[in-house]
């Protein structure tokens, strides 16, 4: 079956930098594009960044773009986001996500908090 597990949150400092990873397994990793969404309380989930399995075309939320960073290693089946230049508007819950075969895979999340 189809994992995603998240791994990297945690506590940072305005300004501050962390990377998040996403190991999946259950299916040909190499084949499907991959997305990151953020969570944050009282709103609705929203698209950070998607990478494409073709030539690994990225794309960004406004919000992130210039700071945020989503790349993959097909060889180890993981998805990372390299999240700098973090401010505290971006402290939410972050979900890897793919689409395998019309159905819609999430991870269990890691907490990004940016605080002071």
């Known amino acids: 079956q189809v994992q995603l597990v998240e791994s990297g949150g945690g506590l940072v400092q305005p300004g501050g930098s962390l990377r998040l990873s996403c190991a999946a397994s259950?299916?040909?990793?190499?084949?499907?594009?991959m997305s990151w969404y953020r969570q944050a309380p009282g709103k609705e989930r929203e698209l950070v960044a998607r990478i494409t399995h073709l030539r690994s075309s990225t794309t960004y939320a406004d919000s992130v773009k210039g700071r945020f960073t989503i790349s993959r290693d097909n060889a180890k089946n993981t998805v990372y986001l390299q999240m700098n230049s973090l401010k505290p508007e971006d402290t939410a819950v972050y979900y890897c996500?793919?689409?395998?075969?019309?159905?819609?895979?999430w991870g269990q999340g890691t907490q990004v908090t940016v605080s002071s």
């Open positions: 996500n793919t689409y395998v075969y019309t159905i819609t895979y």
């Open positions: 259950g299916f040909t990793f190499s084949n499907y594009a």
